[in-house]
């Protein structure tokens, strides 16, 4: 088991930065992989970004080139950079570690933390 702590999250101007943290009660190392997802007030989850144990990393098109995950193992917090923000992301920003099983996979989710962008 792990518990995931979020923060970072805030209010900010359009084109403003922020970096999301989420650390971890134990290594994330045996994850498969980090994820950041959010969810905007009326719409569904989103996948934002992954990164594997192996530092192999997905965004989704809405977010590449603006945002960057990495993972600090030592740490065991994953970050997520977000640059040139817009409004459009204002959401709240979920942290999940995955793990593969071939009977079981395994989610853990943290609580949250909250990014406005707005003017």
């Known amino acids: 088991q792990v518990q995931l702590v979020e923060s970072g999250g805030g209010l900010v101007q359009p084109g403003g930065s922020l970096r999301l943290s989420c650390a971890a009660s134990?290594?994330?190392?045996?994850?498969?992989?980090m994820a950041w997802y959010r969810q905007a007030p009326g719409k569904e989850r989103e996948l934002v970004a992954t990164?594997?144990?192996?530092?192999?990393?997905n965004y989704a098109d809405s977010v590449k080139g603006r945002f960057t995950i990495s993972r600090d193992n030592a740490k065991n917090t994953v970050y997520l950079q977000m640059n040139s923000l817009k409004p459009e992301d204002t959401a709240v920003y979920h942290c999940n570690a995955h793990r593969l099983g071939v009977i079981q996979s395994q989610d853990y989710w943290g609580q949250g933390t909250q990014v406005t962008v707005s003017s």
């Open positions: 990164i594997t144990s192996g530092g192999s990393t």
């Open positions: 134990r290594s994330i190392f045996s994850f498969n992989f």
